[in-house]
C-alpha cells in the first residue's frame, strides 16, 4: 500500500509534466478566447479594439454555419459507421490463424500511418480521377460512365477517404480486445451447439463493449477538425466545408482573427456537447 510519503513524491515528479500540458493546453485556448472578442487585422491595422459579442453574432448567422456543422456531423457519423463495422469484421477476420498473418497485418494497419495530405492526394489523382483513375477504368470495362466523385458524390468520397485513413486503428484496438476474449467461453459456448452469430452476438460483442466506446471517443474527436481531407480534395466546394474548413475560409478572406477566433470557440464548444453526450450514452461501457 502506497504511503503518504510515496503518493507525495509521484504527485511532485508528475506535476512538471500536468503543469506543461496545462500549459500547452490552456495558453493556446485563453488567447483564441481573447481574440475572439477583438477586431484583429493582422495586415489592416492589427488590434482595432474590443468588438464584444459581434464576432460571435456574424459567425453564427453566417449562411453557411449550420450547413458546415451538418456537414461535418454527416462526415463524422458515416466515419464512424464506416471504420465500428468494419473494423469488427476485420479484427475477426485478422484473429483467425492463416499464412503470412504478421504481413496481413501489418498491412491492414498501415495506411493509419500515412499522412492525411498524402492519403488524400492518392485518393484524389489514383483512385477517384475520372479521367485516368482506376475507377474510372473499372466503370469503363463495365461500359459505364465513369463517376466524377469529387464532384457528384462529394460527401461519399470524403467519407470514404477519411474511412480509409482511420479503419487501420479502429481494427487495431478492437482486435487487441478480441485477442484478450476467453475462448474457453466460446469453445463451451460452440459444444452447446450456439451457432456463429449467436456467439458473435452474446459473446464476443459483448467483450468489445469497452474497445467499441474508446475507438468512438477517439475518432469523434480528431474527426470534428478535419481538414486537409477537404483542403486537398474538394476545398470546400460541393456541400462539402465542415466547421474548421469554414473557420479557414473566414480567417482566409476577412484577414480578420478574431471572427476566426469565433469560430474556433463554436469549434471548442461543438466538440464538448458531443463528447459528454458520447461519454452519458457508451462511456458508462468503461466503467463495466
Known amino acids: 500500500m502506497a504511503t503518504q510519503h510515496s503518493r507525495y513524491a509521484a504527485r511532485l515528479m508528475m506535476a512538471p509534466a500536468v503543469i506543461l500540458l496545462l500549459g500547452w493546453m490552456l495558453v493556446p485556448l485563453s488567447m483564441t478566447l481573447l481574440f475572439s472578442f477583438k477586431k484583429y487585422l493582422p495586415l489592416r491595422g492589427g488590434d482595432l479594439g474590443w468588438v464584444g459579442f459581434d464576432n460571435y453574432t456574424r459567425f453564427v448567422t453566417s449562411s453557411a454555419f449550420w450547413p458546415s456543422v451538418l456537414t461535418t456531423l ?17 479484427a475477426i477476420l485478422l484473429n483467425q490463424p492463416m499464412w503470412g498473418q504478421g504481413i496481413v497485418r501489418i498491412l491492414v494497419i498501415a495506411p493509419f500511418f500515412v499522412m492525411p495530405t498524402v492519403s488524400a492526394l492518392v485518393w484524389k489523382n489514383m483512385f477517384m480521377d475520372p479521367v485516368n483513375g482506376l475507377f474510372a477504368h473499372i466503370w469503363k470495362i463495365f461500359g459505364l460512365t465513369p463517376v466524377e466523385w469529387l464532384s457528384q458524390a462529394s460527401i461519399q468520397s470524403i467519407i470514404m477517404i477519411v474511412s480509409w485513413q482511420w479503419l487501420p486503428f ?81 480567417v482566409l478572406e476577412s484577414q480578420n482573427i478574431g471572427l476566426g477566433s469565433a469560430g474556433g470557440i463554436y469549434a471548442v464548444i461543438l466538440a464538448n456537447i458531443i463528447a459528454i453526450f458520447l461519454m452519458r450514452i457508451v462511456g458508462k461501457n468503461l466503467d463495466a
Not at 76 to 82: P, Q
Not at 207 to 232: C, D, K, N, W, Y
Open 170 to 250: 479502429a481494427t487495431l484496438i478492437l482486435l487487441t480486445a478480441i485477442q484478450s476474449l476467453d475462448s474457453e467461453q466460446l469453445e463451451a459456448a460452440e459444444m452447446d451447439g450456439a451457432p456463429p452469430l449467436a456467439r458473435f452476438g452474446f459473446i464476443t460483442l459483448p467483450h468489445l463493449g469497452r474497445a467499441l466506446t474508446i475507438v468512438i471517443l477517439i475518432q469523434t474527436i480528431f474527426l470534428l477538425s478535419i481538414f486537409a481531407e477537404i483542403f486537398v480534395t474538394t476545398g470546400g466546394a460541393f456541400g462539402t466545408r465542415t466547421l474548421s474548413y469554414l473557420i479557414f475560409q473566414r
Open 74 to 90: 454527416i462526415i463524422v457519423g458515416g466515419v464512424l459507421i464506416i471504420t465500428v463495422v468494419f473494423g469488427v469484421l476485420l
